[in-house]
DNA sequence: CAAACAGTTTAGCCTTGGCTAACAATATTG
DNA sequence: CAATATTGTTAGCCAAGGCTAAACTGTTTG
């Protein structure tokens, strides 16, 4: 649990920058990422699937594939994936729909991937760019980050 | 490559919130978050053994393990592919060393890593948060993000 | 309405990144 | 210095998320 080499003191170099956080909270880091890792995939199929509903009034596999830029297979297989956890329903070469926990995990994605973009955006981020930061970063955003991203970017409209 | 249903806008319901982006950059902004994926965990090992080497003077296994909160068997693994990598040099039951290739990877992470880390201070998160934002975050920030990031933290520091 | 095309599914393969259990090497200590 | 504790390695397992190739279903069109 602890670090080896009790008497670092004597053999560290002279200029160590910001000291390491300790053991147990250095592991909480990673941990919290490795947990984000897990979750955000499905994130992005929900939300996805939830936008073409919503933009196109239907979710073909087919369209997630190209949007995704996956093959088809790769999504057939997610797609099964996504009803055992009755994310979404789906009848054989049909539209996918959102189940109600669908929607929901749909809802809440899509507005954090709106808060994080609107505030790339609001720093000065050319669109293209925020566009892509913003599909990695908002899985790794805590609830308090988020909430400070969303106050910025109200205040940088207000001027 | 397109979408399907050409007659969306009959379909499509009357509150369509932000437009979808063209299938291409859609595609663009998954692929990236992939490609992210396959080196954040090569990056993150690297970056933390430099640090352990900075302020520790040595990078044991078990203290990687510890601070990675990860069995020692996953190091090991994670070592073996490092050092086929050429990123660490490694004698058994000895600590590790970074090659000239790690040293450089190392050094570049720990830049990004904290100046998103100094950014998220600089907004206003809390520091634990913050450390745990960035571990996840740093990955998936462009260098355009990057430069503003470390612009709008110097702005704030002289205020 | 049959043929061709488009979309979907399945099978089987691969790599990554976790794990536990068992074993091996080194370090510590009675 | 022998016994014990710590550290490191190996083997074998698993799930996730990619892929290609082949088969199957549904749609469009000559
Ligand atoms: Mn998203
Ligand atoms: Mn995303
Ligand atoms: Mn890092
Ligand atoms: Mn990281």
Known sequence: MTDSNPNAALTAPSIPGDALPPVEQHAQQYATVRN????????????????????????????IANRMAVSQATVSKMIRRLNELELVTSKPYRSLFLTEAGQKMA?????????????????????????????????????????????????????
């Open 107 to 159: 809802e809440t994605s899509r507005a954090r991937h709106d808060i994080v973009l609107h505030f790339l955006r609001a720093l000065g981020v050319k669109d293209a760019t925020a566009r892509i930061d913003a599909e990695g970063m908002e899985h790794h955003v805590s609830d308090e980050t988020l909430a400070i991203m969303q106050r910025f970017t109200e205040q940088q409209q207000n001027n």
């Open 36 to 63: 984000a890792h897990e979750t955000e995939l499905i994130e992005d199929y929900v939300e996805l699937i939830g936008d073409l509903l919503a933009h196109r009034g239907e979710a073909r596999a087919a369209d």
